[in-house]
Nanobody, 115 residues
């Protein structure tokens, strides 16, 4: 099992920045991909960004150039640096750690972009 604890959400004005963190514990040795999803009110969960063990990252078109995903060298924590935030980025953000068989999800952290 893998346990995930997220932090860093909050209220920010349009154009501002936030950094989300997700720390993992437990059996992380088989984890090969880490990432972030988000779910806006009344909408489905959507991919924001992922990063593999080799460091390959991919992003949703809506966040390219504004968000950056990274991880620590121990591969126990994944980060999402969010810049130039827009009201449409408002959502609950969930981290995910995946091995070949299972997806592990964080509890979610709320991000609200509003003036």
């Amino acid at each position: 099992q893998v346990q995930l604890v997220e932090s860093g959400g909050g209220l920010v004005r349009p154009g501002g920045s936030l950094r989300l963190s997700c720390a993992a514990s437990g059996n992380i040795y088989l984890i090969n991909t880490m990432g972030w999803y988000r779910q806006a009110p009344g909408k489905g969960r959507e991919l924001v960004a992922t990063i593999t063990n080799t460091g390959a990252a991919r992003y949703a078109d809506s966040v390219k150039g504004r968000f950056t995903i990274s991880r620590d060298s121990a591969k126990t924590t994944v980060y999402l640096q969010m810049n130039s935030l827009k009201p449409e980025d408002t959502a609950d953000y969930y981290c995910i750690f995946s091995d070949t068989q299972t997806d592990y999800w964080g509890q979610g952290t709320q991000v609200t972009v509003s003036s």
